[in-house]
């Protein structure tokens, strides 16, 4: 099995994507570049979306890369250079449960999210909330993604309904070994 050198992971908020991140960096030895730091500045400051999208572009530019997610604006720079999509299609209650559980870890521990930035109880108590937003977005994700494995005209698409399945594929991937060199013009993390 080859591995793939630019995958984007997708899901609804508190599917895992981010952890799922962490685990192929390590053992592909990709760069993992997470989204929510290229997309808020302190203080919850959303970066204008034409800066979003200039940052993807030139992240999607590279070799090698890893994304925990595509927003409005500029999902479509990441799914025209994937090499892969990997798709986290869980039920809902599986990553509500998740979700709500990491909230209120990091409500209770003040654990800094991105640049800067921690959960709150007005935010998650708010209409901006990212419990309302898993709510509100988990059909059209769900949606989205089906759509995606559908369509043969763009990168193929993994969707995952269990983590014991993702548990599965992520271990018959191959490991890289980090003490092998990298083939001429690769970066690793």
């Given at each position: 099995?080859t ?7 997708y899901?609804v908020?508190g599917a895992?994507k981010?952890t799922?991140?962490v685990?192929l960096a390590?053992r592909?030895r ?10 808020w500045?302190?203080?919850?400051v959303e970066?204008?979306?034409a800066e ?12 090698t890369?890893i994304l ?8 479509d720079?990441?799914?025209a250079r ?6 986290l ?7 509500f ?10 409500l209770?521990s003040?654990e800094?999210?991105c640049?800067?930035n921690?959960?709150?109880l ?7 909330s ?7 977005a988990f ?6 993604m ?5 369509d043969?005209?763009?990168?193929p698409v993994?969707l ?5 399945a993702?548990d ?5 991937l191959?490991?890289?070994?980090p003490?092998v060199?990298?083939a001429a013009?690769?970066r690793r993390?």
């Amino acid at each position: 099995m080859t591995a793939p050198r630019r995958i984007l992971i997708y899901g609804v908020h508190g599917a895992g994507k981010s952890t799922l991140a962490v685990r192929l960096a390590e053992r592909l030895r990709l760069p993992w570049y997470p989204v929510d730091d290229l997309l808020w500045l302190p203080g919850w400051v959303e970066v204008p979306v034409a800066e979003q999208r200039a940052r993807i572009e030139e992240l999607c530019r590279r070799d090698t890369w890893i994304l925990d997610g595509a927003y409005h604006g500029w999902r479509d720079v990441p799914l025209a250079r994937a090499d892969l999509v990997v798709a986290l299609d869980y039920p809902r209650w599986r990553s509500f449960w998740w979700l709500l559980r990491r909230t209120l870890r990091r409500l209770g521990s003040g654990e800094v999210i991105c640049n800067g930035n921690r959960e709150s109880l007005g935010s998650v108590l708010s209409s901006e909330s990212i419990l309302v937003w898993h709510v509100t977005a988990f059909g059209r994700e769900r949606r989205r993604m089906r759509a995606w494995q559908a369509d043969p005209a763009g990168p193929p698409v993994l969707l995952f309904t269990s983590p014991a399945a993702l548990d599965d594929w992520v271990a018959r991937l191959p490991t890289i070994d980090p003490r092998v060199p990298p083939a001429a013009g690769e970066r690793r993390c």
